[in-house]
């Protein structure tokens, strides 16, 4: 009943830009934390950054200084704007948000269907 639909990805240069865009929709209840996690070819997923509904964030050391996160709550977007791309940032990314259906007693992790990043020259 809850989806999370991404955007956002492509091929940039090394120093390029791109702004990732997630959008949850169906019959919420609420959302709790949002936030971006990404996997390489024979990597482990890996989390880049986190976003509380407060406001709080949380990001991957590696990308610190970088990339931004940034939620809009009453589109239920969450936004990943990345700035200096390197190679070694070229992955599948994914949305994820725990969000509590209107159908259900509890909030459930969500996962949107990863959306490529490339990196290179």
């Known amino acids: 009943q809850v989806q999370l639909v991404e955007s956002g990805g492509g091929l940039v240069q090394p120093g390029g830009s791109l702004r990732l865009s997630c959008t949850a929709s169906g019959c919420i209840f609420s959302i709790n934390a949002m936030g971006w996690y990404r996997q390489a070819p024979g990597k482990q997923r890996e989390l880049v950054a986190a976003?509380?509904?407060?406001?709080?964030?949380n990001y991957a050391d590696s990308v610190k200084g970088r990339f931004t996160i940034s939620r809009d709550n009453v589109k239920n977007t969450v936004y990943l704007q990345m700035n200096s791309l390197k190679p070694e940032d070229t992955a599948i990314y994914y949305c994820n948000a725990e969000i509590r259906a209107r159908i259900q007693p509890r909030a459930y992790d969500y996962w949107g269907q990863g959306t490529q990043v490339t990196v290179s020259s």
């Open positions: 976003s509380s509904n407060g406001g709080s964030t």
